[in-house]
């Protein structure tokens, strides 16, 4: 979208070429609405279980001289809805030469293979492109599900970092032993390793309580009935390995623990859930800034959506050069500027030096050093990190409705989540007044920024 790439008016210190995919979006719809003759755009997204989602907006007519940016604002477009709603089958409503370059792109052969194929590990279906009418394009069929909340009895609640793994034993809402442990999971390409260390953790909360009646989990990645459909911390698991030994393993280990109620979240719904339950609010979209970017979105009635809300791989700077997602090969998608990768490549940008030797989770760590000890370079890095979130809570806000923006996990420990919060505060208040007067941002307390998460997962399950 070259005719409307906006530069900034909070310019992120490390980084003068960002570009905000927010103020792109808003040019090109004016734009359009200024050429008198918008033409609708409707784009369907249908999930197995029945349920679509129906995302409406306008491009410009064809033969206008701007109608060429049409096709690069559809797919970015459809590469954030994909992410944020999921589906096997798009569903285009709208011109017709928009259609087809998307059935290009987006194809087992096209520049998008990467979501193509994800999408159909996650719903086990062929994906599909179909191009028709605006008006024929079929209204919304969304749901809703209660999410957690459930604080009776004697429970472990386990959150699967790329990094670390964090459990707690929580006894009736109270959190009575929490524990970190450094893993490796996205490295190791035997399965055995995840399922011991999950085991590990398991028992070594178990041994703080008397018994263990319910047990809920928190994981990176695509869960379905408590099946892994995709998941980054198996990402070193060959395919037809995953198939047999990693799909059905938390349904092994339910089995494993005499069959007690167990439930698998993905982190993100897991993080908005910490929001809504120590807030008691709604309308709650949680981001954790972890080894990867992770979030979740818990409606106006408490439910989440059936949605899938993985913002790791949802664009956000349209900058032609902006940084690759070593894993989609895409450009200028959350991973790289919500996580310890966009803390890291911040710090190179800034010339800090930092030890090759050390695991990414060890090099965040020296950053967070470095910053607690005063390091004016350092303090730039998490300014950066804020300028990109408050243009992107704003891109965000076009497509959820948002009135909190919980923002938790290990790059926010420390002094760097204040400085993230406040610079992001900064950006709303000066490009978008409008939305800073009502979408809060919230900053949990150092303990819940890092064991929150599995003390949130230990309320999925209920039990009777």
Sequence with gaps: MKNFLIKPTVTPPLDKDFRPAVLANHAFLDAVRSSGKPIPLLIGLERSDGSLSVFNSHVFQKGSSLAKENFSYAERLIKFLLWQRGGYKVIIGGPEDIGEYIKGVYSANGERAFDVDLMEQVYERKFTVEVTLPEKVPPPREKGTPLGRHLNGCRIGFDAGASDRKVAAVIDGKDVFSEEVVWDPKN?????????????????????MPRVDAIGISSAGI???????????????????????????????????????????????????????????????????????????????????????????????????A????????????????????????????????????????????????????????????????????????????????????????????????IILKKAGEVLEKEFP?????????????????VGQAIAAASLPAVS
């Design 188 to 208: 190791q390409s035997d399965p055995q390793y995840h399922y011991s260390h999950i085991q590990d953790a398991l028992r070594s909360a178990a041994r703080h």
């Design 223 to 321: 869960y379905i009935n408590n099946r892994i459909m995709v998941a980054s911390i198996f990402r070193g698991v060959p395919r037809e390995v995953f198939e047999k030994k990693v799909k059905n393993l938390f349904l092994d280990i339910k089995k494993e623990w005499g069959n007690i109620p167990l439930e698998v979240i993905n982190d993100g719904e897991v993080t908005a859930l910490t929001g809504s339950m120590s807030l008691d609010v709604n309308r709650v979209l949680g981001i954790a800034l972890g080894s990867s970017q992770a979030g979740g979105y818990v409606n106006k009635d408490g439910n989440i959506t059936g949605w899938l809300n993985e913002l790791a791989f949802v664009p956000v700077d349209f900058n032609p050069d």
């Design 323 to 418: 940084p690759v997602d070593e894993w989609s090969g895409d450009r200028g998608c959350g991973v790289q500027y919500f996580s310890q990768v966009a803390a890291i490549r911040l710090a190179v940008s800034a010339g800090i030096p930092l030890d090759n030797s050390q695991t990414p989770a060890e090099k965040l760590k020296s950053i967070q050093t470095l910053l607690a000890n005063g390091d004016k370079k350092t303090r730039e890095i998490f300014e950066t990190l804020g300028c990109y979130m408050g243009y992107t809570v704003a891109h965000y806000a076009d497509f959820y409705d948002l009135q909190h923006v919980l923002i938790l996990g290990r790059v926010t420990s420390g002094e760097g989540g204040n």
């Design 434 to 450: 409008a939305i800073s007067s009502r979408i809060a941002l919230h900053l949990p307390d150092e303990s819940n920024r890092r």
